[in-house]
C-alpha cells in the first residue's frame, strides 16, 4: 500500500468493494482468500504500516457485513460466514484457547514465516 492517506483509503474501499460485483459465494471465496493471506503475513507487518492495514481490515469487514445484509442475514450464510472467519482471520484465536503450549504456538508461527522466506 502506499503512503498518502487519502490514496490509503480509496484502495483500501476498492479492494473491500470488490466483492459488491460477486455473487455471494465467490465473495465467501474473496473474503476467505483475503483473511488467510492478512492471517499468513500478520506477524511480519511493521508497526509503521500497521494503521495501513487495520484501515483495509475495516473496510473488509463493512463490505462483509453489507454483503450479508443484502443477503437478508439468512442464517446459513451468516453460518458460512462466521465458519470462514474461525477458519482464516481467527484460526489463532481459537488455536490459542485450545492449547496452552507455547512451545506449539511457536513452531506454527516459525512454520509461516518460513513458508513466506
Known amino acids: 500500500m502506499t503512503d498518502k492517506t487519502e490514496i490509503q483509503n480509496e484502495l483500501a474501499l476498492k479492494l473491500a468493494r ?60 451468516v453460518k458460512i460466514y462466521t465458519t470462514m472467519l474461525k477458519e482464516t482471520a481467527l484460526k489463532y484465536y481459537f488455536f490459542s484457547k485450545q492449547t496452552n503450549n507455547q512451545q506449539e504456538i511457536k513452531q506454527r508461527k516459525k512454520k509461516n514465516r518460513a513458508f513466506l522466506s
Open 18 to 77: 470488490i466483492s459488491e460485483k460477486l455473487t455471494f459465494e465467490e465473495s465467501i471465496k474473496y473474503f476467505h482468500a483475503f483473511w488467510s493471506i492478512m492471517s499468513l503475513h500478520w506477524e511480519l507487518i511493521d508497526r509503521l504500516r500497521m494503521d495501513k492495514f487495520y484501515r483495509l481490515m475495516r473496510c473488509v469487514i463493512k463490505q462483509s457485513f453489507q454483503t450479508l445484509d443484502k443477503e437478508g442475514w439468512d442464517e446459513e450464510k
